[in-house]
C-alpha cells in the first residue's frame, strides 16, 4: 500500500529509541524526510547516520526538550532546514523521580514539551497540504496499572489534550490523534529489564493479553504512519490503543 507521505516533513521527539526510532524508521522508509531530538549526542548522531543513508534528509539535534526555549528554537530551525513541517509526533516522557520530582518530570516531558511542540509547529502546519499530529501515551492512562503515579495520570492528561486539540485544529485542516501502547516489548527497554528482574510480573502480565505476547515498536509504528498519512485524512480526535487485547473495557 502507497502511504502517499514521500517528501512529507515529519518532527519526532525522542527519536533515536524504542518507538520513537521505530516510527522515525518506518517514515522515512516511506520517504519522508525527518527531524527527530533525544538528549544522548552520541544516540542522536548514530540514529541521523542510519536514517540519512535512505536518501532523506535529516535534521537531528542533542536536545532536552524540557528546555522549552531550546525545544521551540530547534523546530523553527528544522522546519526551514526540511522546508516546512506536517507532522508532529510527541513522544518522551519523564522520570519517575520520588515525590513531586516525579510529578513535575513527566508534567514537563509529556505535556508541556507537546504543547510547546504543537505551538511551534503551527506556523509549518499553515503551509502543509497535510498538516497532523500523532501524540504516544499509554494504555496505563486508560485504566490502573501498578500504581497511582505521575506517568499514567500525565499520560491521561495528554489524551485530554489531544482530543481537544483535534477539535480546535480541525478547522485549520489539522488532524490530531494519539496512540496507546500496551507493553511493548524493546531490547533494553523496560519490559526487557522487567523480564528478566520482576519475572512474576512480567508473567502476569503477559497473561492478562490475549493474544498471548507483548508488542512490538514496529507495531506501533506502522499505526502512527497510517495516521500521518493522506490515508489517514479523515482520521482526527481518536486514540488508538494497541495492546494485544490486554485492556478489558469495551471499545465503543
Not at 497535510?130 to 501524540?135: A, K, L
Request: glycine letters at 12%.
Amino acid at each position: 500500500m502507497d502511504l502517499q507521505l514521500k517528501g512529507h516533513n515529519v518532527l519526532i521527539t525522542g527519536g533515536t529509541k524504542g518507538i520513537g526510532r521505530a516510527i522515525a524508521e518506518t517514515l522515512s522508509d516511506e520517504g519522508c524526510n525527518i527531524a527527530l531530538c533525544a538528549r544522548n549526542a552520541d544516540d542522536v548522531a548514530s540514529a541521523q547516520e542510519s536514517i540519512s543513508a535512505k536518501g532523506v534528509k535529516v535534521v537531528a539535534e542533542a536536545l532536552d526538550v524540557a528546555d522549552a526555549d531550546a525545544f521551540t528554537a530547534w523546530i523553527a530551525q528544522a522546519g526551514e532546514t526540511l522546508g516546512g513541517i506536517d507532522a508532529f509526533v510527541s513522544n518522551v516522557s519523564g522520570s519517575n523521580g520520588k515525590g513531586d520530582d516525579g510529578w513535575i518530570s513527566q508534567f514537563n516531558y509529556n505535556i508541556l514539551s507537546a504543547v510547546h511542540g504543537v505551538e511551534a509547529c503551527k506556523p509549518f502546519f499553515a503551509n502543509s497540504s497535510n498538516p497532523s499530529i500523532v501524540m504516544i501515551s499509554t494504555t496505563a492512562a486508560l485504566e490502573h496499572f501498578m500504581n497511582a503515579g505521575p506517568y499514567n495520570a500525565m499520560k491521561a492528561g495528554l489524551l485530554n489534550y489531544s482530543g481537544a486539540l483535534s477539535q480546535e485544529l480541525g478547522a485549520n485542516g489539522v488532524r490530531v490523534n494519539a496512540i496507546s501502547p500496551g507493553p511493548i516489548f524493546i531490547e533494553g527497554g523496560s519490559w526487557d529489564m522487567i523480564k528478566t528482574n520482576m519475572t512474576a510480573f512480567y508473567d502476569s502480565t503477559l497473561a492478562q493479553i490475549p493474544l498471548g505476547r507483548l508488542g512490538s515498536a514496529k507495531e506501533i509504528a506502522a499505526q502512527a504512519a497510517l495516521l500521518i498519512s493522506p490515508l489517514g485524512g479523515f482520521t482526527t480526535g481518536t486514540n488508538v490503543v494497541i495492546d494485544g487485547g490486554m485492556t478489558k473495557r469495551i471499545q465503543y
